[in-house]
T-cell receptor, first 116, second 114 residues
Framework: AQTVTQSQPEMSVQEAETVTLSCTYD???????LFWYKQPPSRQMILVIR??????QNATENRFSVNFQKAAKSFSLKISDSQLGDAAMYFC?????????????FGKGTKLTVNP | DAGVIQSPRHEVTEMGQEVTLRCKPI?????LFWYRQTMMRGLELLIY????????DSGMPEDRFSAKMPNASFSTLKIQPSEPRDSAVYFC????????????FGQGTRLTVV
Protein backbone atom coordinates (compact mmCIF):
# COMPACT_ATOMS: atom_id res chain seq x y z
CA ALA A 1 0.00 0.00 0.00
CA GLN A 2 1.17 3.49 -0.78
CA THR A 3 1.66 5.72 2.24
CA VAL A 4 2.86 9.27 2.70
CA THR A 5 4.35 10.35 6.01
CA GLN A 6 4.83 13.90 7.20
CA SER A 7 6.66 13.59 10.49
CA GLN A 8 6.27 17.23 11.56
CA PRO A 9 2.69 18.03 12.62
CA GLU A 10 3.69 21.66 13.21
CA MET A 11 6.56 23.92 12.22
CA SER A 12 7.30 27.58 12.75
CA VAL A 13 9.64 30.00 11.01
CA GLN A 14 10.57 33.63 11.32
CA GLU A 15 9.58 35.90 8.48
CA ALA A 16 12.35 36.06 5.82
CA GLU A 17 13.96 32.87 7.11
CA THR A 18 14.06 29.44 5.45
CA VAL A 19 12.13 26.38 6.55
CA THR A 20 12.12 22.78 5.34
CA LEU A 21 9.10 20.49 5.60
CA SER A 22 9.73 16.76 5.52
CA CYS A 23 7.90 14.06 3.58
CA THR A 24 8.62 10.40 3.02
CA TYR A 25 6.59 7.92 1.03
CA ASP A 26 6.41 4.23 0.49
CA UNK A 27 5.94 2.69 -2.93
CA UNK A 28 7.14 -0.15 -5.10
CA UNK A 29 6.44 1.79 -8.28
CA UNK A 30 9.16 3.46 -10.33
CA UNK A 31 7.04 5.96 -12.20
CA UNK A 32 4.97 8.38 -10.17
CA UNK A 33 4.43 12.03 -9.32
CA LEU A 34 4.89 13.94 -6.11
CA PHE A 35 3.14 17.13 -5.10
CA TRP A 36 3.09 19.69 -2.34
CA TYR A 37 -0.24 21.39 -1.72
CA LYS A 38 -0.90 24.38 0.51
CA GLN A 39 -4.17 24.78 2.41
CA PRO A 40 -4.65 28.22 3.98
CA PRO A 41 -7.46 28.92 6.44
CA SER A 42 -9.78 29.54 3.49
CA ARG A 43 -9.64 25.73 2.94
CA GLN A 44 -8.65 26.07 -0.71
CA MET A 45 -6.09 23.44 -1.73
CA ILE A 46 -3.42 25.12 -3.85
CA LEU A 47 -0.65 23.32 -5.71
CA VAL A 48 2.75 24.62 -4.65
CA ILE A 49 5.11 22.40 -6.60
CA ARG A 50 5.27 19.05 -8.39
CA UNK A 51 8.03 16.56 -9.18
CA UNK A 52 8.12 13.75 -11.73
CA UNK A 53 9.90 10.71 -10.33
CA UNK A 54 11.82 10.10 -13.53
CA UNK A 55 13.43 13.55 -13.33
CA UNK A 56 16.55 13.76 -11.23
CA GLN A 57 16.57 17.53 -11.18
CA ASN A 58 14.77 19.03 -8.21
CA ALA A 59 11.77 21.16 -9.04
CA THR A 60 11.79 24.85 -8.19
CA GLU A 61 9.01 27.45 -8.17
CA ASN A 62 10.20 30.87 -7.09
CA ARG A 63 10.79 30.66 -3.31
CA PHE A 64 9.73 27.02 -3.17
CA SER A 65 12.04 24.13 -3.98
CA VAL A 66 12.17 20.44 -3.26
CA ASN A 67 14.86 17.99 -2.31
CA PHE A 68 13.84 14.78 -4.05
CA GLN A 69 15.78 11.70 -3.00
CA LYS A 70 14.27 8.82 -4.95
CA ALA A 71 16.30 6.04 -3.39
CA ALA A 72 15.45 7.28 0.09
CA LYS A 73 11.81 7.96 -0.94
CA SER A 74 12.09 11.44 0.45
CA PHE A 75 10.50 14.62 -0.89
CA SER A 76 11.09 17.66 1.31
CA LEU A 77 9.86 21.18 0.63
CA LYS A 78 12.06 24.20 1.24
CA ILE A 79 10.51 27.63 1.57
CA SER A 80 13.00 30.47 1.29
CA ASP A 81 12.44 34.04 2.44
CA SER A 82 9.28 33.01 4.28
CA GLN A 83 6.37 35.41 4.13
CA LEU A 84 3.36 35.81 6.39
CA GLY A 85 1.17 34.56 3.55
CA ASP A 86 2.99 31.23 3.60
CA ALA A 87 1.27 30.33 6.86
CA ALA A 88 -0.95 27.34 6.10
CA MET A 89 -1.25 23.56 6.25
CA TYR A 90 1.09 21.89 3.78
CA PHE A 91 0.28 18.47 2.36
CA CYS A 92 2.65 16.16 0.58
CA UNK A 93 0.97 13.86 -1.96
CA UNK A 94 1.98 10.95 -4.14
CA UNK A 95 0.23 9.93 -7.34
CA UNK A 96 0.57 6.70 -9.28
CA UNK A 97 -1.51 4.88 -11.86
CA UNK A 98 -1.95 1.17 -11.25
CA UNK A 99 -4.10 -1.19 -13.25
CA UNK A 100 -5.93 1.66 -14.89
CA UNK A 101 -6.78 3.25 -11.56
CA UNK A 102 -5.20 6.42 -10.27
CA UNK A 103 -4.19 6.85 -6.66
CA UNK A 104 -3.42 10.23 -5.12
CA UNK A 105 -2.42 9.69 -1.52
CA PHE A 106 -1.94 12.57 0.89
CA GLY A 107 0.08 12.86 4.06
CA LYS A 108 -1.54 14.13 7.26
CA GLY A 109 -0.11 17.61 6.77
CA THR A 110 2.25 20.04 8.49
CA LYS A 111 0.92 23.25 9.98
CA LEU A 112 3.34 26.09 9.22
CA THR A 113 3.32 29.23 11.32
CA VAL A 114 5.24 32.28 10.13
CA ASN A 115 6.24 34.66 12.91
CA PRO A 116 6.69 38.36 12.13
CA ASP B 1 -12.14 30.46 -15.42
CA ALA B 2 -14.08 30.29 -12.16
CA GLY B 3 -12.32 27.16 -11.00
CA VAL B 4 -14.01 24.16 -9.44
CA ILE B 5 -17.28 25.24 -7.88
CA GLN B 6 -18.82 23.40 -4.97
CA SER B 7 -22.12 23.98 -3.25
CA PRO B 8 -23.11 24.49 -0.58
CA ARG B 9 -20.09 25.85 1.32
CA HIS B 10 -21.60 24.74 4.60
CA GLU B 11 -24.30 22.22 5.39
CA VAL B 12 -25.80 21.37 8.74
CA THR B 13 -28.26 18.53 8.82
CA GLU B 14 -29.86 16.16 11.28
CA MET B 15 -28.90 12.53 11.53
CA GLY B 16 -30.91 10.39 9.18
CA GLN B 17 -31.48 13.10 6.60
CA GLU B 18 -30.32 12.92 3.01
CA VAL B 19 -27.48 15.23 2.02
CA THR B 20 -26.45 16.12 -1.52
CA LEU B 21 -23.20 17.87 -2.29
CA ARG B 22 -22.64 19.42 -5.70
CA CYS B 23 -19.64 20.06 -7.88
CA LYS B 24 -19.02 21.81 -11.17
CA PRO B 25 -15.57 20.94 -12.53
CA ILE B 26 -13.42 23.15 -14.70
CA UNK B 27 -14.57 23.01 -18.30
CA UNK B 28 -12.50 20.63 -20.39
CA UNK B 29 -11.21 18.61 -17.47
CA UNK B 30 -11.55 14.86 -18.00
CA UNK B 31 -11.14 13.76 -14.41
CA LEU B 32 -13.26 14.53 -11.37
CA PHE B 33 -12.45 13.48 -7.81
CA TRP B 34 -14.32 13.51 -4.52
CA TYR B 35 -12.25 13.68 -1.32
CA ARG B 36 -13.16 13.76 2.35
CA GLN B 37 -11.01 15.56 4.92
CA THR B 38 -11.15 14.87 8.66
CA MET B 39 -8.73 15.56 11.47
CA MET B 40 -8.36 11.88 12.21
CA ARG B 41 -7.95 10.47 8.73
CA GLY B 42 -6.72 13.44 6.71
CA LEU B 43 -7.61 13.61 3.01
CA GLU B 44 -9.13 10.46 1.60
CA LEU B 45 -10.15 9.77 -1.97
CA LEU B 46 -13.75 8.59 -2.10
CA ILE B 47 -14.33 8.14 -5.83
CA TYR B 48 -13.17 9.48 -9.14
CA UNK B 49 -14.57 9.74 -12.65
CA UNK B 50 -12.92 9.79 -16.04
CA UNK B 51 -15.07 11.23 -18.82
CA UNK B 52 -18.14 10.93 -16.57
CA UNK B 53 -17.53 7.23 -15.89
CA UNK B 54 -16.75 6.09 -12.32
CA UNK B 55 -13.32 4.46 -12.36
CA UNK B 56 -12.55 3.73 -8.72
CA ASP B 57 -15.07 3.90 -5.90
CA SER B 58 -13.10 1.77 -3.45
CA GLY B 59 -12.83 4.73 -1.09
CA MET B 60 -16.57 5.13 -0.67
CA PRO B 61 -17.08 4.20 2.96
CA GLU B 62 -20.50 2.58 2.85
CA ASP B 63 -23.56 2.02 0.75
CA ARG B 64 -24.97 5.15 2.26
CA PHE B 65 -22.62 7.09 -0.01
CA SER B 66 -23.25 7.40 -3.74
CA ALA B 67 -21.85 9.65 -6.45
CA LYS B 68 -23.00 10.47 -9.93
CA MET B 69 -21.71 12.42 -12.87
CA PRO B 70 -24.58 12.78 -15.34
CA ASN B 71 -22.58 15.06 -17.63
CA ALA B 72 -19.16 16.63 -17.99
CA SER B 73 -20.10 19.75 -16.04
CA PHE B 74 -21.82 18.37 -12.96
CA SER B 75 -21.35 15.79 -10.24
CA THR B 76 -23.11 14.99 -6.98
CA LEU B 77 -22.14 13.15 -3.83
CA LYS B 78 -25.11 11.91 -1.84
CA ILE B 79 -25.25 10.55 1.68
CA GLN B 80 -28.45 8.80 2.68
CA PRO B 81 -29.06 8.47 5.57
CA SER B 82 -26.45 10.78 7.07
CA GLU B 83 -24.74 10.02 10.39
CA PRO B 84 -22.71 12.23 12.78
CA ARG B 85 -19.49 10.43 11.78
CA ASP B 86 -19.98 11.73 8.24
CA SER B 87 -19.17 15.22 9.49
CA ALA B 88 -16.15 16.39 7.50
CA VAL B 89 -15.06 18.71 4.72
CA TYR B 90 -15.79 17.25 1.31
CA PHE B 91 -13.67 18.40 -1.61
CA CYS B 92 -14.24 18.07 -5.30
CA UNK B 93 -11.26 18.34 -7.65
CA UNK B 94 -10.80 18.13 -11.40
CA UNK B 95 -7.89 17.88 -13.75
CA UNK B 96 -7.24 17.56 -17.47
CA UNK B 97 -5.84 14.43 -19.10
CA UNK B 98 -2.11 13.84 -18.78
CA UNK B 99 -0.40 11.98 -15.98
CA UNK B 100 1.48 14.96 -14.61
CA UNK B 101 -1.46 17.33 -14.84
CA UNK B 102 -2.36 19.32 -11.78
CA UNK B 103 -5.60 18.66 -9.91
CA UNK B 104 -7.57 21.81 -9.05
CA PHE B 105 -9.66 21.73 -5.91
CA GLY B 106 -12.88 23.44 -5.04
CA GLN B 107 -13.26 25.26 -1.74
CA GLY B 108 -14.97 22.31 -0.14
CA THR B 109 -18.26 21.75 1.63
CA ARG B 110 -18.15 21.60 5.40
CA LEU B 111 -20.78 19.07 6.44
CA THR B 112 -22.00 18.84 10.01
CA VAL B 113 -24.43 16.09 10.94
CA VAL B 114 -26.05 16.59 14.35
Amino acid sequence: AQTVTQSQPEMSVQEAETVTLSCTYDTSESDYYLFWYKQPPSRQMILVIRQEAYKQQNATENRFSVNFQKAAKSFSLKISDSQLGDAAMYFCAYRVTQGGSEKLVFGKGTKLTVNP
Amino acid sequence: DAGVIQSPRHEVTEMGQEVTLRCKPISGHDYLFWYRQTMMRGLELLIYFNNNVPIDDSGMPEDRFSAKMPNASFSTLKIQPSEPRDSAVYFCASRPAGEGAEAFFGQGTRLTVV
